[in-house]
């Protein structure tokens, strides 16, 4: 993850908008718990291959350091099952891919949502929370995954580059639009593993109250257009990982008065119209570890990582299994967004509490009518037996 400066991204109130969503009428029908299955062992076997120096941009131990940890990614991608690709990109001379595996879709195999996260760091530090652990989140998500192909296919993406600029996925999303691919998001992790539980770990910018003295959250970043993919985050993590304590926060247009909100792979896929999802532990707003040789695994709360890739995996389950009409055609293989709708596929206001119609299951309603029928039938019951003994 890249900042500068000590002002870093969050929580200005007339930029971004806490969310405040309640789980979904119906979410519990929903096979989200199901994907519920990354552990913190599984993320930290992960973190433990990917950390150490290693930068596109260093000396030759660094550059050899991230030709291994592609080479691993390509190799735990491959394993479940998924084709794996290789884009390069060239930066400074130098050159390191972007490495996608790809689950394709049963249904509309055209329609991709993508899981990513950047697989370099800076030259001075193991970079076990930056970005190691997003990789490990994407890894395990795809693992979790690959067992059940979804109607819509999935991209699990390792950005190169990200430390120098972006450069990585800004290439991936530029080449989307060019092609004019069908992309349902991107669920971009940026740091997702330390916490902090003593009051006052947790920085926030000058004026903000905090709204939490700890930092034992997740915070989910959606620009304006992501709307609808953050209201299925949270829904499904409602759903998954109840525990999880996340706060979701929509910016304005594509955050560019703010611009530390967009200094992760995800602001490029806003730039190019896509809907794109931040989800990070907010730096070095808590991790005092941050591009330093003291960020290693041993610092970390792997619990907290795996819950924050569980809430994940469930929601690329929901957004890619909705079926609102029961006709067991995904959606999203219409010409619904991700949590949207075809007629107004991304709401004009701002994320609001609680659900609405539109996203109400159908099931749901069926419930309601059925409880509301067993009432009636129970009350006629009632009024016959007390006709009956006054006779």
Known sequence: MRF???????????????????????????????????????????????????????????????????????????ADGLMVSEDPVTFAGRTFPNIVGTLTGTTCPEKTLIVGAHYDGVSASPAADDDASGVAAVLEVARVLSAQPLQASVDFAAFSFEEAGLVGSRQMAAAAELADRELLGLINFDMIAYTCDEPGCQDYPEGIPPPRPTGDFVAVIGNTASHSLLESFTSASASAVPDLIEFPLEVAGNGETLLDVRR????????????????????????PN?????????????????????????TVVEALTADANGDGRADVCGDVTVGGSAESPQPESSVESGTDESSTPDAVFLAILAAAGVAVLAAAGAWFAVRRGSR
């Open 264 to 287: 992760a792979d995800h602001a490029p896929f806003w730039d190019h119209g896509y809907q794109a999802l931040f989800v990070t532990d907010t730096a070095d707003l808590r991790n």
């Open 4 to 78: 500068c400066g000590r002002f870093r991204l969050l929580l200005l109130p007339q930029l971004a908008v806490v969310v405040v969503l309640f789980a979904q009428a119906g979410a519990a029908a929903s096979p989200v718990g199901a994907y519920s299955t990354i552990t913190p062992e599984g993320i930290g076997a992960h973190i433990a291959e990917i950390q150490g120096p290693r930068s596109g941009t260093g000396d030759e131990a660094n550059r050899a350091k991230l030709n291994e940890v592609a080479a691993y990614i390509q190799d735990s991608l491959a």
């Open 290 to 314: 941050y591009h330093l040789p003291t960020d290693e695994l041993g610092t970390l709360n792997l619990q907290f990582a795996a819950d924050t890739a569980n809430a994940a995996a469930a």
